[in-house]
């Protein structure tokens, strides 16, 4: 089934304390983002990758690291969180940057105490 | 810069009712692409359409219909007879083709739309 798989779905931590969210697609898909969704705010794009150790600055990439080594993943690192940093975050592939719809992972509900 | 702006954060209406979500963008890019998206209750992000820059045709499917007028950077979505299982947030989405904000997806702020029974 084709999908995009994120975990965990649920991470409480405290701050401070580095933690990585994985996120891998099995479609093959060139194009791969993260976002961060908030109440009143909308989705806002953390990171993007375009291809294989390609990646970019979204709006919001502030306290995120992110890699891209091989196709399939993209996760994303949260060096030292910070309690702004709580949200609920979500990780999307697409076949390219044309107009190939995002295909998105089911969400992290990150809590940062 | 991108941007897009969904001006209504909520709105409520009764089932069967019809009901039109706004969706406004700015680009600078000549070619571009427009996303409708829907969030459940249940919390998944399901695409409903896209459509492109160069593409004014307006579309319909089923219950849903979507107005793509370049000359006023809108891309509507209109619900008609709107069910309870219409509920949900949606937003409206903007993907440059080139220039220098390349690659970068932007969504609006989402509606939350409430069918009542």
């Known amino acids: 089934e084709a999908q995009v798989t994120q975990n965990p779905r649920y991470l409480i931590t405290v701050t401070g304390k580095k933690l990585t969210v994985t996120c891998s697609q099995n479609?093959?898909?060139?194009?791969m983002s993260w976002y961060r969704q908030d109440p009143g705010l909308g989705l806002r794009q953390i990171y993007y990758?375009?291809?294989?150790?390609?990646?970019d600055k979204g709006d919001v990439p502030e306290g995120y690291k992110v890699s891209r080594k091989e196709k399939r993943n993209f996760p994303l690192i949260l060096e030292s969180p910070s309690p702004n940093q709580t949200s609920l975050y979500f990780c999307?592939?697409?076949?390219?940057?044309?107009?190939?719809?995002?295909?998105f992972g089911n969400g992290t509900r990150l809590t940062v105490t | 810069a991108q941007k897009v702006t969904q001006a209504q954060t909520e709105i409520s209406v009764v089932e069967k009712e019809d009901v039109t979500l706004d969706c406004v963008y700015e680009?600078?890019?000549?070619?571009?692409?427009l996303f409708w998206y829907k969030q459940p209750p249940s919390g998944e992000l399901v695409f409903l359409i896209r459509?492109?820059?160069?593409?004014?045709q307006n579309e319909i499917s089923g219950r849903y219909s979507w107005n793509f007028q370049k000359s006023t950077s809108s891309f509507n979505f209109t619900i008609t007879a709107s069910q309870v299982v219409d509920s949900a947030v949606y937003f409206c989405?903007?993907?440059?083709?080139?220039?220098?904000?390349?690659?970068?997806?932007?969504f609006g702020q989402g509606t939350i739309l409430t069918v009542h029974p």
């Open positions: 999307a592939s697409s076949r390219g940057t044309d107009n190939s719809p995002l295909h």
């Open positions: 479609m093959n898909h060139e194009y």
């Open positions: 990758s375009m291809n294989v150790e390609v990646t």
């Open positions: 680009t600078r890019d000549t070619t571009y692409y």
């Open positions: 459509r492109n820059s160069f593409d004014e």
């Open positions: 989405a903007l993907r440059n083709a080139g220039g220098t904000s390349y690659g970068k997806l932007t």
